[in-house]
Protein backbone atom coordinates (compact mmCIF):
# COMPACT_ATOMS: atom_id res chain seq x y z
CA UNK A 1 0.00 0.00 0.00
CA UNK A 2 1.33 3.48 -1.05
CA UNK A 3 1.95 6.03 1.73
CA UNK A 4 -1.05 8.19 0.57
CA UNK A 5 -3.64 5.11 0.38
CA UNK A 6 -2.21 4.62 3.96
CA UNK A 7 -3.09 8.05 4.36
CA UNK A 8 -6.25 8.30 3.08
CA UNK A 9 -7.47 5.29 4.88
CA UNK A 10 -6.35 6.27 7.75
CA UNK A 11 -8.12 9.94 7.73
CA UNK A 12 -10.51 10.08 4.74
CA UNK A 13 -12.15 6.35 5.59
CA UNK A 14 -15.06 6.59 3.46
CA UNK A 15 -16.80 4.22 5.59
CA UNK A 16 -16.37 5.77 8.65
CA UNK A 17 -17.61 9.23 7.01
CA UNK A 18 -20.57 7.59 5.62
CA UNK A 19 -21.30 5.69 9.14
CA UNK A 20 -20.87 8.75 11.45
CA UNK A 21 -22.13 11.74 8.30
CA UNK A 22 -25.91 12.44 9.95
CA UNK A 23 -23.80 12.89 13.55
CA UNK A 24 -21.41 15.62 12.00
CA UNK A 25 -24.49 17.26 9.80
CA UNK A 26 -26.56 17.65 13.48
CA UNK A 27 -23.68 18.82 14.69
CA UNK A 28 -24.17 21.58 12.02
CA UNK A 29 -27.44 22.17 12.60
CA UNK A 30 -26.29 23.01 16.67
CA UNK A 31 -23.56 25.33 15.68
CA UNK A 32 -25.73 26.66 13.30
CA UNK A 33 -28.30 27.69 15.69
CA UNK A 34 -25.93 28.52 18.60
CA UNK A 35 -23.73 31.06 16.14
CA UNK A 36 -27.46 32.59 15.14
CA UNK A 37 -28.50 32.63 18.76
CA UNK A 38 -25.44 34.27 19.83
CA UNK A 39 -25.53 36.91 17.03
CA UNK A 40 -28.75 38.02 17.30
CA UNK A 41 -28.76 38.04 21.22
CA UNK A 42 -25.11 39.72 21.71
CA UNK A 43 -25.72 42.65 19.02
CA UNK A 44 -29.21 43.79 20.26
CA UNK A 45 -27.63 43.38 23.81
CA UNK A 46 -24.64 45.05 23.00
CA UNK A 47 -26.59 48.20 20.90
CA UNK A 48 -29.01 48.20 23.87
CA UNK A 49 -26.40 49.04 26.54
CA UNK A 50 -24.42 51.89 23.74
CA UNK A 51 -28.33 53.24 23.51
CA UNK A 52 -27.96 53.68 27.39
CA UNK A 53 -24.90 54.51 27.93
CA UNK A 54 -25.64 57.57 25.75
CA UNK A 55 -28.01 58.75 27.79
CA UNK A 56 -25.30 60.06 30.16
CA UNK A 57 -26.70 58.49 33.13
CA UNK A 58 -23.08 58.79 35.62
CA UNK A 59 -23.86 55.32 37.92
CA UNK A 60 -25.30 53.29 34.90
CA UNK A 61 -22.30 54.51 32.85
CA UNK A 62 -20.35 52.79 35.49
CA UNK A 63 -22.03 49.61 35.96
CA UNK A 64 -22.31 49.67 32.01
CA UNK A 65 -17.99 50.07 31.49
CA UNK A 66 -17.14 47.57 34.69
CA UNK A 67 -19.32 44.96 32.79
CA UNK A 68 -18.15 45.48 29.04
CA UNK A 69 -14.90 45.56 30.56
CA UNK A 70 -15.37 42.07 32.89
CA UNK A 71 -16.16 40.26 29.96
CA UNK A 72 -13.72 41.70 27.85
CA UNK A 73 -10.90 40.54 30.30
CA UNK A 74 -12.14 36.93 30.84
CA UNK A 75 -11.52 34.41 28.30
CA UNK A 76 -14.48 32.98 26.68
CA UNK A 77 -14.09 29.46 28.01
CA UNK A 78 -13.61 30.43 32.03
CA UNK A 79 -17.35 31.99 31.70
CA UNK A 80 -18.74 28.86 30.04
CA UNK A 81 -16.94 26.64 32.58
CA UNK A 82 -18.04 28.89 35.39
CA UNK A 83 -21.55 29.03 34.77
CA UNK A 84 -21.85 25.52 32.92
CA UNK A 85 -19.87 24.01 36.93
CA UNK A 86 -20.29 26.91 38.61
CA UNK A 87 -24.37 27.95 38.61
CA UNK A 88 -25.41 24.27 39.83
CA UNK A 89 -23.97 25.22 43.39
CA UNK A 90 -26.33 28.30 43.36
CA UNK A 91 -29.13 26.39 42.62
CA UNK A 92 -29.54 26.71 38.48
CA UNK A 93 -28.49 24.15 36.23
CA UNK A 94 -28.10 25.59 33.02
CA UNK A 95 -27.60 23.07 30.26
CA UNK A 96 -24.32 22.99 27.98
CA UNK A 97 -26.24 24.47 25.27
CA UNK A 98 -27.67 27.78 27.19
CA UNK A 99 -24.44 28.20 29.02
CA UNK A 100 -22.57 28.30 25.62
CA UNK A 101 -25.19 30.40 24.39
CA UNK A 102 -24.91 32.96 27.32
CA UNK A 103 -21.54 33.46 28.20
CA UNK A 104 -20.87 34.16 24.20
CA UNK A 105 -23.68 36.42 24.06
CA UNK A 106 -22.65 38.35 27.14
CA UNK A 107 -18.80 38.41 25.26
CA UNK A 108 -19.89 39.54 22.22
CA UNK A 109 -22.66 42.13 23.78
CA UNK A 110 -19.42 43.67 25.31
CA UNK A 111 -17.03 43.81 22.40
CA UNK A 112 -20.27 45.26 20.51
CA UNK A 113 -21.45 47.72 22.76
CA UNK A 114 -18.00 48.95 22.78
CA UNK A 115 -17.89 49.03 19.31
CA UNK A 116 -21.36 50.92 18.95
CA UNK A 117 -20.58 53.55 21.93
CA UNK A 118 -17.42 54.56 19.41
CA UNK A 119 -19.72 54.61 16.74
CA UNK A 120 -22.07 57.12 18.42
CA UNK A 121 -19.44 59.19 20.26
CA UNK A 122 -17.54 59.55 16.26
CA UNK A 123 -20.69 61.32 15.25
CA UNK A 124 -19.91 65.62 16.11
CA UNK A 125 -21.69 66.93 18.75
CA UNK A 126 -22.27 69.51 16.34
CA UNK A 127 -24.92 67.26 14.49
CA UNK A 128 -26.91 66.61 17.87
CA UNK A 129 -27.04 70.05 18.75
CA UNK A 130 -28.19 70.63 15.34
CA UNK A 131 -30.64 68.42 15.16
CA UNK A 132 -32.19 68.91 18.05
CA UNK A 133 -32.28 72.60 17.39
CA UNK A 134 -34.28 71.81 14.53
CA UNK A 135 -37.01 70.45 16.64
CA UNK A 136 -36.14 66.70 17.04
CA UNK A 137 -36.51 64.70 20.12
CA UNK A 138 -33.64 62.89 21.66
CA UNK A 139 -34.76 59.98 20.61
CA UNK A 140 -35.61 61.15 17.13
CA UNK A 141 -31.93 62.48 16.92
CA UNK A 142 -30.32 59.19 17.48
CA UNK A 143 -32.19 56.96 14.95
CA UNK A 144 -32.10 59.44 12.60
CA UNK A 145 -29.71 61.09 12.56
CA UNK A 146 -26.40 59.63 14.61
CA UNK A 147 -27.08 55.62 14.42
CA UNK A 148 -27.14 56.02 10.52
CA UNK A 149 -23.68 57.52 10.59
CA UNK A 150 -22.77 55.57 13.78
CA UNK A 151 -23.32 51.90 12.05
CA UNK A 152 -21.45 52.45 9.10
CA UNK A 153 -18.20 52.66 11.19
CA UNK A 154 -19.34 49.95 13.03
CA UNK A 155 -19.53 47.41 10.12
CA UNK A 156 -16.68 46.22 9.83
CA UNK A 157 -15.58 45.37 13.36
CA UNK A 158 -18.44 44.13 14.19
CA UNK A 159 -18.44 41.26 11.37
CA UNK A 160 -15.20 40.64 12.41
CA UNK A 161 -15.64 40.24 15.99
CA UNK A 162 -18.88 38.09 15.58
CA UNK A 163 -17.05 35.97 13.39
CA UNK A 164 -14.14 35.29 15.95
CA UNK A 165 -16.94 34.72 18.40
CA UNK A 166 -19.03 32.75 17.02
CA UNK A 167 -16.26 30.21 16.23
CA UNK A 168 -16.29 30.02 19.87
CA UNK A 169 -19.07 27.87 19.36
CA UNK A 170 -16.98 24.75 19.59
CA UNK A 171 -15.51 25.40 22.72
CA UNK A 172 -19.32 24.40 24.07
CA UNK A 173 -17.67 21.00 23.18
CA UNK A 174 -16.06 21.28 26.88
CA UNK A 175 -19.92 21.58 28.20
CA UNK A 176 -20.83 18.72 26.09
CA UNK A 177 -22.82 20.55 23.58
CA UNK A 178 -23.49 18.32 20.58
CA UNK A 179 -22.23 20.76 17.86
CA UNK A 180 -20.07 19.33 15.21
CA UNK A 181 -16.87 18.97 17.64
CA UNK A 182 -18.25 17.68 20.14
CA UNK A 183 -20.24 15.16 17.30
CA UNK A 184 -16.97 14.57 15.84
CA UNK A 185 -14.31 13.86 18.61
CA UNK A 186 -17.24 11.26 20.13
CA UNK A 187 -17.60 9.57 16.69
CA UNK A 188 -13.75 9.87 16.60
CA UNK A 189 -13.37 7.86 19.81
CA UNK A 190 -16.27 5.52 18.93
CA UNK A 191 -14.68 4.51 15.73
CA UNK A 192 -11.12 4.76 16.83
CA UNK A 193 -10.76 6.50 13.66
CA UNK A 194 -9.53 10.01 13.05
CA UNK A 195 -11.89 10.55 9.64
CA UNK A 196 -14.86 12.34 11.77
CA UNK A 197 -12.51 14.73 12.91
CA UNK A 198 -11.83 15.75 9.30
CA UNK A 199 -15.47 16.02 8.43
CA UNK A 200 -15.93 17.98 11.13
CA UNK A 201 -13.11 20.40 9.93
CA UNK A 202 -14.16 20.55 6.41
CA UNK A 203 -17.45 21.59 7.88
CA UNK A 204 -16.44 24.38 9.85
CA UNK A 205 -14.91 25.55 6.55
CA UNK A 206 -17.95 25.31 4.67
CA UNK A 207 -19.63 27.28 7.48
CA UNK A 208 -17.02 30.08 8.64
CA UNK A 209 -14.91 30.56 5.01
CA UNK A 210 -17.92 32.26 2.83
CA UNK A 211 -18.69 34.45 6.12
CA UNK A 212 -14.50 35.59 6.26
CA UNK A 213 -14.96 36.41 2.69
CA UNK A 214 -17.99 38.27 2.72
CA UNK A 215 -16.31 39.95 5.96
CA UNK A 216 -13.27 41.19 3.73
CA UNK A 217 -15.78 42.60 1.09
CA UNK A 218 -17.80 44.34 3.65
CA UNK A 219 -14.63 45.60 5.19
CA UNK A 220 -13.76 47.55 1.71
CA UNK A 221 -17.17 47.99 1.10
CA UNK A 222 -18.26 49.98 4.33
CA UNK A 223 -14.14 51.49 4.61
CA UNK A 224 -14.20 55.62 5.48
CA UNK A 225 -12.90 57.14 2.09
CA UNK A 226 -10.57 59.67 3.93
CA UNK B 1 -23.33 32.23 48.68
CA UNK B 2 -20.05 33.61 49.84
CA UNK B 3 -19.62 30.09 51.29
CA UNK B 4 -19.85 28.50 48.07
CA UNK B 5 -18.44 30.81 45.27
CA UNK B 6 -15.42 32.60 47.61
CA UNK B 7 -14.90 29.88 49.96
CA UNK B 8 -11.93 31.33 51.84
CA UNK B 9 -10.75 28.04 53.51
CA UNK B 10 -11.01 26.49 50.09
CA UNK B 11 -9.18 28.99 48.58
CA UNK B 12 -6.19 28.77 51.10
CA UNK B 13 -6.52 24.80 50.30
CA UNK B 14 -6.52 24.97 46.53
CA UNK B 15 -3.81 28.19 46.25
CA UNK B 16 -1.03 25.98 45.45
CA UNK B 17 -2.18 24.67 42.50
CA UNK B 18 -4.66 27.33 41.37
CA UNK B 19 -0.63 29.37 41.85
CA UNK B 20 0.91 26.87 39.76
CA UNK B 21 -1.85 27.32 37.10
CA UNK B 22 -1.20 31.47 37.04
CA UNK B 23 2.63 31.16 36.73
CA UNK B 24 1.83 28.54 33.78
CA UNK B 25 -0.31 30.69 32.02
CA UNK B 26 2.45 33.14 32.26
CA UNK B 27 5.00 31.81 30.97
CA UNK B 28 2.66 30.31 28.25
CA UNK B 29 1.61 33.48 27.11
CA UNK B 30 5.57 34.87 27.29
CA UNK B 31 5.64 32.06 24.95
CA UNK B 32 2.80 32.08 22.14
CA UNK B 33 3.05 35.81 21.82
CA UNK B 34 6.16 36.08 20.45
CA UNK B 35 4.91 32.56 18.46
CA UNK B 36 2.53 34.43 16.76
CA UNK B 37 4.27 37.49 16.19
CA UNK B 38 7.17 36.20 14.21
CA UNK B 39 4.25 33.78 12.84
CA UNK B 40 2.46 37.56 11.98
CA UNK B 41 5.69 38.92 10.62
CA UNK B 42 6.93 36.15 8.47
CA UNK B 43 3.27 36.27 6.65
CA UNK B 44 2.86 40.44 6.90
CA UNK B 45 6.86 40.76 4.91
CA UNK B 46 5.86 37.90 2.62
CA UNK B 47 2.51 39.66 1.63
CA UNK B 48 4.85 43.44 1.34
CA UNK B 49 5.98 41.70 -2.00
CA UNK B 50 3.43 43.02 -4.10
CA UNK B 51 3.37 39.77 -6.58
CA UNK B 52 -0.22 38.11 -7.22
CA UNK B 53 1.32 34.83 -7.16
CA UNK B 54 3.00 35.47 -3.77
CA UNK B 55 -0.20 37.75 -2.25
CA UNK B 56 -3.22 35.09 -3.26
CA UNK B 57 -1.79 32.02 -1.43
CA UNK B 58 -1.24 34.38 1.82
CA UNK B 59 -4.50 35.66 1.80
CA UNK B 60 -6.19 32.12 1.52
CA UNK B 61 -3.91 30.77 4.23
CA UNK B 62 -5.32 33.93 6.36
CA UNK B 63 -8.96 33.55 5.30
CA UNK B 64 -8.10 29.50 5.94
CA UNK B 65 -6.90 30.23 10.03
CA UNK B 66 -9.49 33.04 10.13
CA UNK B 67 -12.26 30.77 9.70
CA UNK B 68 -10.72 27.38 11.33
CA UNK B 69 -11.84 27.51 14.94
CA UNK B 70 -8.40 27.52 17.26
CA UNK B 71 -9.72 24.66 19.45
CA UNK B 72 -10.45 22.72 16.38
CA UNK B 73 -7.05 23.37 15.42
CA UNK B 74 -5.70 21.83 18.79
CA UNK B 75 -7.82 18.77 18.70
CA UNK B 76 -6.64 17.93 15.26
CA UNK B 77 -3.28 18.58 16.26
CA UNK B 78 -3.93 16.80 19.79
CA UNK B 79 -5.70 13.93 19.00
CA UNK B 80 -5.57 13.85 15.24
CA UNK B 81 -1.56 13.36 14.49
CA UNK B 82 -1.45 10.62 16.86
CA UNK B 83 -2.99 8.59 13.59
CA UNK B 84 -0.41 9.29 11.44
CA UNK B 85 1.96 8.13 14.15
CA UNK B 86 2.89 11.53 15.55
CA UNK B 87 2.48 11.90 18.90
CA UNK B 88 3.23 15.73 20.36
CA UNK B 89 2.25 16.68 23.61
CA UNK B 90 -0.40 19.20 24.67
CA UNK B 91 1.86 21.64 25.11
CA UNK B 92 3.96 21.61 21.63
CA UNK B 93 0.34 20.94 20.28
CA UNK B 94 -0.65 24.55 22.12
CA UNK B 95 2.77 26.15 20.51
CA UNK B 96 1.67 25.19 16.96
CA UNK B 97 -1.90 25.51 16.57
CA UNK B 98 -0.90 29.24 18.39
CA UNK B 99 1.80 30.07 16.00
CA UNK B 100 -0.63 29.22 12.79
CA UNK B 101 -3.61 30.70 14.36
CA UNK B 102 -2.61 34.05 16.22
CA UNK B 103 0.46 34.28 13.65
CA UNK B 104 -2.52 34.39 10.72
CA UNK B 105 -3.99 37.41 12.73
CA UNK B 106 -0.91 39.18 13.73
CA UNK B 107 0.19 38.95 9.77
CA UNK B 108 -3.39 40.68 8.49
CA UNK B 109 -2.65 43.12 11.22
CA UNK B 110 1.06 43.85 10.15
CA UNK B 111 -0.05 44.04 6.73
CA UNK B 112 -2.63 46.78 7.38
CA UNK B 113 0.31 48.56 8.81
CA UNK B 114 2.79 48.32 6.40
CA UNK B 115 0.11 48.87 3.79
CA UNK B 116 -0.06 52.13 5.67
CA UNK B 117 3.28 53.34 4.93
CA UNK B 118 3.51 55.79 2.27
CA UNK B 119 5.47 54.11 -0.78
CA UNK B 120 7.22 57.51 -0.71
CA UNK B 121 9.03 55.87 2.13
CA UNK B 122 10.53 52.98 0.72
CA UNK B 123 11.20 55.04 -2.29
CA UNK B 124 13.30 57.87 -0.22
CA UNK B 125 14.68 55.46 1.65
CA UNK B 126 15.99 53.21 -1.25
CA UNK B 127 17.25 56.32 -2.88
CA UNK B 128 19.48 56.99 0.06
CA UNK B 129 21.28 53.60 -0.42
CA UNK B 130 19.36 51.55 2.21
CA UNK B 131 18.63 48.10 0.80
CA UNK B 132 15.60 47.12 0.69
CA UNK B 133 15.83 44.79 3.81
CA UNK B 134 17.07 47.99 5.69
CA UNK B 135 14.64 49.98 4.42
CA UNK B 136 11.95 47.70 5.44
CA UNK B 137 13.57 47.49 8.91
CA UNK B 138 14.67 50.96 9.97
CA UNK B 139 12.15 52.59 8.22
CA UNK B 140 8.85 50.84 7.20
CA UNK B 141 7.86 48.89 10.32
CA UNK B 142 8.56 50.58 13.14
CA UNK B 143 6.26 53.03 11.35
CA UNK B 144 3.85 49.87 10.39
CA UNK B 145 4.10 48.95 14.02
CA UNK B 146 3.17 52.03 15.44
CA UNK B 147 0.04 52.53 13.40
CA UNK B 148 -1.66 49.86 14.34
CA UNK B 149 -0.15 49.42 17.75
CA UNK B 150 -3.77 49.41 19.03
CA UNK B 151 -4.99 46.80 17.01
CA UNK B 152 -1.54 44.68 17.71
CA UNK B 153 -2.45 44.83 21.22
CA UNK B 154 -6.34 43.87 21.10
CA UNK B 155 -4.65 40.82 19.26
CA UNK B 156 -2.31 40.21 21.94
CA UNK B 157 -4.85 40.38 24.91
CA UNK B 158 -7.19 37.65 22.74
CA UNK B 159 -4.29 35.29 22.34
CA UNK B 160 -3.50 35.42 26.26
CA UNK B 161 -7.18 34.75 26.73
CA UNK B 162 -6.98 31.78 24.20
CA UNK B 163 -4.19 30.56 26.24
CA UNK B 164 -6.95 28.96 28.12
CA UNK B 165 -7.82 26.45 25.32
CA UNK B 166 -4.52 24.51 26.67
CA UNK B 167 -6.63 23.50 29.41
CA UNK B 168 -8.37 20.85 27.01
CA UNK B 169 -5.71 19.35 26.05
CA UNK B 170 -4.05 18.73 29.68
CA UNK B 171 -1.50 21.91 29.85
CA UNK B 172 -1.47 22.46 33.69
CA UNK B 173 -2.43 26.35 33.09
CA UNK B 174 -4.73 28.51 35.35
CA UNK B 175 -8.15 26.73 33.82
CA UNK B 176 -6.80 23.27 34.14
CA UNK B 177 -5.37 23.62 37.66
CA UNK B 178 -8.57 25.68 38.64
CA UNK B 179 -10.82 22.65 37.50
CA UNK B 180 -8.65 20.50 38.96
CA UNK B 181 -8.95 22.47 42.20
CA UNK B 182 -12.89 22.21 41.64
CA UNK B 183 -12.95 18.19 41.32
CA UNK B 184 -10.60 17.89 44.15
CA UNK B 185 -12.40 20.24 46.92
CA UNK B 186 -15.88 19.63 45.54
CA UNK B 187 -16.48 23.54 45.52
CA UNK B 188 -16.94 26.28 42.21
CA UNK B 189 -14.67 28.67 44.21
CA UNK B 190 -11.26 27.67 42.38
CA UNK B 191 -12.77 28.57 39.21
CA UNK B 192 -14.19 31.81 40.85
CA UNK B 193 -10.76 32.61 41.55
CA UNK B 194 -9.13 31.64 38.51
CA UNK B 195 -11.96 33.94 36.90
CA UNK B 196 -11.06 36.86 39.24
CA UNK B 197 -6.98 36.49 38.68
CA UNK B 198 -8.09 36.27 34.62
CA UNK B 199 -9.43 39.47 35.42
CA UNK B 200 -6.93 41.37 37.73
CA UNK B 201 -4.13 40.53 35.05
CA UNK B 202 -6.07 41.92 31.70
CA UNK B 203 -8.03 44.35 33.07
CA UNK B 204 -5.80 47.20 32.76
CA UNK B 205 -4.66 45.87 29.25
CA UNK B 206 -8.44 46.32 28.68
CA UNK B 207 -8.56 50.31 30.24
CA UNK B 208 -5.31 50.98 28.30
CA UNK B 209 -7.41 49.32 24.87
CA UNK B 210 -10.30 51.80 25.58
CA UNK B 211 -8.43 54.51 25.84
CA UNK B 212 -6.52 54.16 22.84
CA UNK B 213 -9.36 53.34 20.47
CA UNK B 214 -11.11 56.58 22.22
CA UNK B 215 -7.73 58.61 21.29
CA UNK B 216 -8.02 56.78 17.91
CA UNK B 217 -11.76 57.93 17.15
CA UNK B 218 -10.99 61.15 18.77
CA UNK B 219 -8.28 62.38 15.88
CA UNK B 220 -10.79 61.03 13.01
Redesign the interface.
Known sequence: MSSWSR?AE??LNAKVMHRYLPDILSGVVVTIELALLIVATGIAAGLALALLRSLGIRPLNWLIIAVV??F????????I??IY??LP??GLAPSGFVSTWLSLAFVLMAFSE?IFW?GI??VDRGQWEAARSTGLTFGQTLMSVVLPQAFRLTIPPLTNRA??IT?????G??VAVTE??GQA?SA?SNSY??SP??M??AA??VL??P???AA?WVETRFAWKR | MIQTFFNLEIIAASWPIVRAGLLNTVLLSLLVVPLGLIGGLILALLASVKNPVVRWPLMAWVDFFRAFPPLVLLILLFAGLPFAGLELGGFVCVAIAFFLNTGAYYGEILRAGIDSVPAGQIEAARSTGLSRLQAMTYVVLPQAVRNVLPDLLSNTLEVVKLTALGSVVAVPELLYQARQAQSLTYSPTPIVVAAVLYFLMLWPVVRLLSRLENRALARR
Request: glycine share 6%; hydrophobic share 60%.
Open positions: FTFDLRALPPLVVVLFGSAEATSIAKGTALTVILSMNPLMGAYLFLVVVR
